[in-house]
Each structure stands twice: as structure tokens, then as C-alpha cells.
């Protein structure tokens, strides 16, 4: 069975740092390309960073560029998401995803990160 | 960056009847827009990519249409588990970006 696992969150002040990590199971980790997306409480989805499978290829939504860092580990099968400077409106549920937009996607549960003095 | 704009915000709809939900692109984006159904408390599910094409596993009832600027989902005879939140999603340009959602309702 995929199974996608997030971890890392919780509640930090603002201009803080978290490491996000996901770990994949029941699939070759490696093949594929992965994503981050977050949810305000409420509110759309937005979608944060991807990672090519050997990460050669990173992409950052403008919002968390310079700020936000992606990167795996296929030897652990484990996707990260290192933040920094964290912002209130960083606050969200932060779902590590397989190709979304296939018949391969899968989602994680989510972990949520609150930025919060 | 594109804009997504989904129209309506809500729309309330009576089991069986059929759902018309809109999306928006600020400039072309192709045939790269997916849609996603999200329940509370679930992650997002895929239901159509290439704007048209069903994910698998997803009933016929559901059916995407549009290109450029303007796509359509339509579900046909709602059904008790299809009241739920929507997203479109452009892919044709990075950043990928969603729109707001459009909660369909029971009537």
C-alpha cells in the first residue's frame, strides 16, 4: 500500500524555522517527482515546491522562494521541507504529494505548522 | 503568476440534480487544468487532468470540458458523497497554481 507520512509540525513564532519531512512506503520513492502544497485552515490550496526524482529540477512558489528549501533522501525514501524565516500566513496543513495531477497521485495526511507569537 | 478564479463561491444543488461549476484562467493555460475534490478533513482526491480526462476510478458523472481560459465541471445527478469542496488547478505554467474552491452544497 503508497502510504505517504508527514512530520515536523508544530507551533513556532514568527521568523522561526521548522523541518518538514515526509516518508514514503509502497512505492519506489525514487522514480518519482514530489510536491509540496499547504492549506490555510479554511481557506485554498497552494501549492509550495517540487523536486525532481534525482533533485536536479527544484521549483518555489515566489511566496517562500529564498525562505523555503526541498530536498529528498532516496536512500530513507524521505522528502523534506526546510523553513525558515516562517511568517503568519506560512500557517497551514502541509501535504507532501506524488504527482499530483496523474492516476499515480497520492497525498499524505498533512502535518500542520502554526506560526504564532 | 496565473490567477484561478472560481465562480460560484457556493453553490447549493439538490441530490440528483446536475452541478455546474466554473474556472477561470488570467491568461491561457491550455488544456493543463485539473480539477480536485476535497471532503473535510481528507486530502485532496484527483478527478480530471488534461481538463477532460477522468482519473481513474472516478464515475462518469463527473465530466470536465474547456480550454484557453474557461473550463466547466459538471457532475450529473449529484449524489450524497459528491457534496463537497472543488479546486481547479493550471499546470501549464510555474508557478502551478489553484483556484479558491467552490463548495457545492445540499439544497
Known amino acids: 500500500e503508497v502510504q505517504l507520512v508527514e512530520s515536523g509540525g508544530g507551533l513556532v513564532q514568527p521568523g522561526g524555522s521548522l523541518r518538514l519531512s515526509c516518508a514514503g512506503s509502497?512505492?519506489?520513492?525514487?522514480?518519482?517527482?514530489m510536491h509540496w502544497i499547504r492549506q490555510a485552515p479554511g481557506k485554498g490550496l497552494v501549492w509550495v515546491a517540487r523536486m525532481s526524482t534525482d533533485g536536479s529540477t527544484i521549483t518555489y512558489a515566489d511566496s517562500v522562494k529564498g525562505r523555503f528549501s526541498i530536498s529528498r533522501d532516496n536512500a530513507k525514501n524521505t522528502l523534506y521541507l526546510q523553513m525558515n524565516s516562517l511568517r503568519v500566513e506560512d500557517t497551514a496543513l502541509y501535504y507532501c504529494?506524488?504527482?499530483?495531477?496523474?492516476?499515480?497521485?497520492?497525498w499524505g495526511q498533512g502535518t500542520l505548522v502554526t506560526v504564532s507569537s | 503568476e496565473i490567477v484561478m478564479t472560481q465562480s460560484p463561491a457556493t453553490l447549493s444543488v439538490s441530490p440528483g440534480e446536475r452541478a455546474t461549476l466554473s474556472c477561470r484562467a488570467s491568461q491561457s493555460v491550455d488544456s493543463n487544468l485539473a480539477w480536485f475534490q476535497q471532503k473535510p478533513g481528507q486530502a485532496p482526491r484527483l478527478l480530471m487532468s488534461v481538463a477532460s480526462t477522468r482519473a481513474t476510478g472516478i464515475p462518469a458523472r463527473f465530466s470536465g470540458s474547456g480550454s484557453g481560459t474557461e473550463f466547466t465541471l459538471t457532475i450529473s445527478g449529484l449524489q450524497s458523497e459528491d457534496f463537497a469542496h472543488y479546486f481547479c488547478l493550471q499546470y501549464n505554467n510555474w508557478p502551478w497554481t489553484f483556484g479558491q474552491g467552490t463548495k457545492v452544497e445540499i439544497k
Open positions: 509502497g512505492f519506489t520513492f525514487s522514480s518519482y517527482w
Open positions: 504529494t506524488r504527482n499530483p495531477i496523474t492516476d499515480e497521485a497520492h
